[in-house]
């Protein structure tokens, strides 16, 4: 059964404070493994699709990696308006049933 | 474009009440579904269609339905309302495939928060 688990569940940092979450999956035959961003009350927002182990994207403070079993996303120097939760979702079959994980809530504070 | 649509944004309902929860795009997407979000368990899938005419059940299709006859919409009808469907509905659409057959980006909408009494 495909599995996605995310780490940590919440987070704080101070404003600038760089940090990364981790999205561990398991799943055969990925066909993509996505990050969105969620503000309360707001439906997830697309951040990355990556398609395959060592593929590396980057959005102004944000970038994400891929392994073979996991996914990080890295946030540099990051800035309050980054406070947000942070959901990972994977992709095997090719019409587009998502498996999420539960989500890392970030808050940063300035 | 407007992308996805939904409506309305709150709900509350009485247990064994009925509603349709309305989902719209303007994209041209062949690929539509819908997720309810709960705390700590992430999204789960209850439907989804590759096109109209197409449905299928996601991973919590239990009482819900849904149909599709046109491209930009996929209503989902709650038959008979209970109290464990309390959750915030989310509906999402992509295309199918992108032109290298790699998984295509899905976009969400807004939500629907829906309250069963």
């Known amino acids: 059964e495909d599995q996605v688990t995310q780490s940590p569940e919440a987070l704080r940092l101070q404003e600038g404070e760089s940090s990364s979450l981790n999205c561990s999956y398991t799943?055969?035959?990925?066909?993509?493994l996505f990050w969105y961003r969620q503000d309360p009350g707001k439906g997830p927002e697309f951040l990355f699709t990556?398609?395959?182990a060592g593929e590396e994207k980057e959005k102004e403070r944000l970038k994400a990696t891929l392994t073979k079993k996991e996914s990080f996303l890295h946030i540099t120097a990051p800035k309050p308006e980054d406070s947000a939760t942070y959901l990972c979702?994977?992709?095997?079959?090719?019409?587009?049933?998502?498996?999420f994980g539960a989500g890392t809530q970030v808050v940063v504070t300035p | 474009n407007a992308g996805v649509t939904q409506t309305p944004k709150f709900q509350v309902l009485k247990t064994g009440q009925s509603m349709t929860l309305q989902c719209a795009q303007d994209?041209?997407?062949?690929?539509m579904s819908w997720y309810r979000q709960d705390p700590g368990m992430g999204l789960r899938l209850i439907h989804y269609?590759?096109?109209?005419?197409?449905?299928d059940q996601g991973e919590v299709p239990n009482g819900y339905n849904v149909s599709r006859s046109t491209t930009e919409d996929f209503p989902l009808r709650l038959l008979s309302a209970a109290p464990s469907q309390t959750s915030v509905y989310f509906c999402?659409?992509?295309?199918?495939?992108?032109?290298?057959?790699?998984?295509?980006?899905?976009?969400f909408g807004p939500g629907t928060r829906l309250t069963v009494l």
């Open positions: 999402a659409s992509s295309y199918s495939l992108s032109t290298s057959g790699e998984a295509d980006t899905q976009y």
């Open positions: 799943v055969s035959g990925l066909r993509g």
């Open positions: 990556l398609y395959s």
């Open positions: 979702a994977v992709q095997r079959t090719s019409w587009g049933k998502l498996q």
């Open positions: 994209m041209n997407h062949e690929y």
């Open positions: 269609s590759v096109g109209a005419g197409i449905t």
